[in-house]
């Protein structure tokens, strides 16, 4: 399988692949198998992969791939922040790399009929695993208060409080095209401008209801305790809320933050041990990438190597808090 077989070029793939280093035979964790582009990256570099998505149909169209690997692909139909207890049952609770690239795939924007998107008109869906509460039904019964603080802390909208008054003054809404001409009317929006403000708001609703950040922050912790002492690992992030979270959770796995914030405590002599090496520096996509992949923009790749510390417990953890 070669990887210019893939109908989507992953992002920042020549760097995801040279922090993971790669080694024939090696076991390596794709949390996010989308369209399959890493996967089959990693399987071209010679590793056995476990890949992850809780996307039915990637996970439906990834079994053409499963099939032509030759029994060095796994697919498997879970969220990535299961991973450890999915692995194990595999017989594979141990792997040397791993990688995620969090956020909406290309694959689930261009599908008008999954919601993810406004330049098309579709339902309004954006369920990542096609299960649960949908997007229609959040803006249709979601209080207009919680609703303006989802748009402002996921979507950094300052005018949400006057967005999410348009939203439930014009209930029920069942299609994207509808929502994104409510918000753009909330704030005088003109035709022809660079950026269309209803992008912030479908982006602040898609990861409340999917619950991308929790998610990512519990993917971090099993990623910790699935990785073996010297594991890899990778993740590409694209805004800056998934960054600080996959930074911070870096940062301070490594003992880089002791003392370093007036937001945390001391790090106590007898506190856990670094269970990552210091963090590389991220990395953002160069001239030649952005020429053929606009979407590697904005994206940032963060990685680090695994310590031969044990992994740290949920109570040692203080990310959440303070992300």
């Not at 299609?175 to 753009?184: D, G, N, S």
């Amino acid at each position: 399988m070669s990887v210019t077989d893939a109908s989507h070029i992953p992002v920042l793939i020549e760097e995801v692949l040279a922090a993971l280093n790669v080694r024939q035979g090696e076991s390596h964790v794709d949390g996010t198998y989308g369209a399959g582009g890493y996967s089959r990256a990693l399987l071209n570099a010679g590793a056995i992969v476990h890949a992850f998505d809780r996307d039915p149909d990637a996970i439906e169209a990834g079994q053409v791939h499963v099939e032509a690997s030759g029994g060095q692909l796994y697919l498997h139909p879970f969220c990535f922040s299961r991973m450890d207890e999915v692995l194990a049952d595999a017989g594979a609770d141990q792997v040397d790399g791993l990688t995620l690239d969090i956020g909406v795939s290309s694959m689930q924007l261009d599908q008008a009929e999954r919601g993810f998107s406004f330049q098309k008109d579709g339902p309004l869906d954006m369920r990542m695993g096609q299960d649960g509460e949908t997007a229609a039904d959040y803006v249709n019964s979601v209080d207009e208060t919680d609703l303006a603080n989802v748009i402002f802390h996921y979507g950094d909208e300052r005018r949400s409080r006057r967005i999410a008054r348009a939203i439930v003054e014009a209930r029920p809404i069942t299609r994207t095209a509808e929502l994104a001409a409510i918000v753009r009317k909330a704030v005088g929006h003109r035709a022809g401008a660079p950026k269309d403000p209803a992008t912030r708001t479908f982006q602040a609703i898609r990861i409340h209801i999917n619950r991308e950040l929790g998610e990512l922050e519990d993917g971090l912790r099993a990623a910790e305790r699935v990785l073996k002492p010297g594991g890899r690992i990778a993740i590409v992030t694209f805004h800056s809320l998934e960054d600080r979270i996959v930074k911070r959770f870096l940062k301070e796995r490594s003992g880089s933050m002791a003392g370093g914030s007036r937001h945390l405590p001391e790090q106590a002599d007898n506190g856990p041990k670094p269970s990552f090496l210091k963090p590389a520096k991220p990395v953002k996509a160069g001239d030649k990438e952005l020429g053929r992949n606009p979407r590697s923009r904005s994206a940032t790749l963060r990685s680090a190597i695994r310590s031969d510390a044990p992994a740290w417990t949920d109570g040692a953890n203080q990310m959440r808090g303070a992300a």
